[in-house]
């Protein structure tokens, strides 16, 4: 098997402790910790390095670089290593530190942005180091990167048509630079228009549900159309920390705070729709990129001195 197979076609799982407390309603998820680099963002970062390869800007001699919360730049560095190139990550310099931990073992150069800059920051460094040294870099710029919302459009969409039967009701999930978002629900509406696609942000800008997006307050991706989702709903860090804790414990699903934020927002939704309904979102990365977190905890079941795990 070629290395790069082992990108996509994730196992889409039933939530069936959490969808037995809806009526009639079940709620579907797709395994992206499965993925090569362990997160939905292998096949963006494939798409972009393959394009890059085939349009002759990524050549030999050529250092790939971008601003990433972690995923993007894990995926990379990953991929990077099996083709051969070095990588240059910009990451805020909050990022977890399994992330910057995982970055450093695949041989990648980190820089750290400032943490009150966020992903802004991260992405405005990357951008003025691309552009200074253009002969040294490609930048897949992965905000404003078409090829980005298209891998999932050419995968995650097909997938999730397929692996329902076509029986998909609603597709919901969280937004970083939106391409899961956009090329998933631009491929389901071609399908069935009447598949309706929802969107889940943090509902502030100051929020720990890392690798998404408050589009309000933050730089827009090039691609991302606000005009696309039917409908928008928020996310609450807390909500989102209490579901990702009940996915390990409940669903034998260890994940990270993005898939227990998307959970929680389909549990949400399925208790407005009719009997039949079938709902899928995504699980984009896995619970060992958060293990130094303290919200594995709750508060009254935490021993001894207080620490975290
Ligand atoms: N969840 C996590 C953990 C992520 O790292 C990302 C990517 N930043 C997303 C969700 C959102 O993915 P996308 O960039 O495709 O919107």
């Given at each position: 098997m070629n290395i790069f197979d082992l990108v996509g076609n994730t196992p889409l799982v039933e939530l069936k402790k959490i969808s037995s407390e809806l009526a009639g309603v079940s709620i579907w998820a797709k395994a992206e910790f499965r993925n090569l680099s362990g997160s939905v963002k292998d096949r963006a970062a494939r798409a972009m390095l393959l394009e890059g390869i085939a349009t002759g800007q990524l050549r030999p001699g050529k250092t790939i670089i971008d601003a990433s919360s972690g995923n993007t730049g894990i995926a990379y560095a990953v991929l990077g290593a099996v083709l051969g190139y070095p990588v240059t990550i910009y990451l805020p310099a909050n990022a977890s530190r399994?992330?910057?931990?995982?970055?450093?073992?695949?041989?990648?150069?980190?820089?750290?942005?400032?943490p009150?800059?966020?992903?802004?920051?991260?992405y405005l460094a990357a951008k003025t180091e691309?552009?200074?040294?253009?002969?040294?870099?490609?930048?897949?710029?992965?905000?404003?990167?078409d090829a980005n919302w298209k891998a999932h459009y050419n995968t995650t969409g097909v997938e999730i048509w397929e692996q329902?039967?076509?029986?998909?009701?609603?597709?919901?999930?969280?937004?970083?630079?939106?391409?899961?978002?956009?090329?998933?629900?631009?491929?389901?509406?071609?399908?069935?228009?009447?598949?309706?696609?929802?969107?889940?942000?943090?509902d502030s800008p100051f929020h720990g549900i890392e690798g998404t997006k408050h589009m309000d307050s933050t730089?827009?991706?090039?691609?991302?159309?606000?005009?696309?989702?039917d409908r928008f709903v928020t996310a609450n860090t807390e909500a989102a920390y209490e579901m990702t804790r009940r996915l390990a414990r409940e669903e034998g699903l260890f994940v990270g705070v993005s898939s227990g934020a998307n959970v929680q927002a389909a549990l949400d939704l399925g208790r407005t729709l009719p009997s039949g309904s079938l709902i899928v979102t995504m699980l984009c990365?896995?619970?060992?990129?958060?293990?130094s977190d303290e919200f594995w905890c709750v508060p009254d079941e935490v021993a001894g001195d207080g620490e975290g795990i």
């Open positions: 399994e992330r910057k931990t995982i970055l450093a073992c695949c041989g990648a150069t980190v820089v750290e942005t400032s009150l800059e966020s992903s802004d920051g991260a691309a552009e200074a040294h253009p002969e040294k870099y490609f930048w897949p710029n992965q905000y404003n990167n329902t039967g076509g029986k998909v009701t609603h597709f919901i999930t969280g937004m970083g630079t939106s391409g899961t978002f956009m090329g998933t629900s631009r491929r389901l509406k071609e399908y069935n228009k009447n598949i309706e696609v929802v969107a889940v942000q943090p730089l827009r991706p090039g691609f991302y159309d606000e005009k696309f989702p990365d896995s619970g060992f990129r958060y293990l």
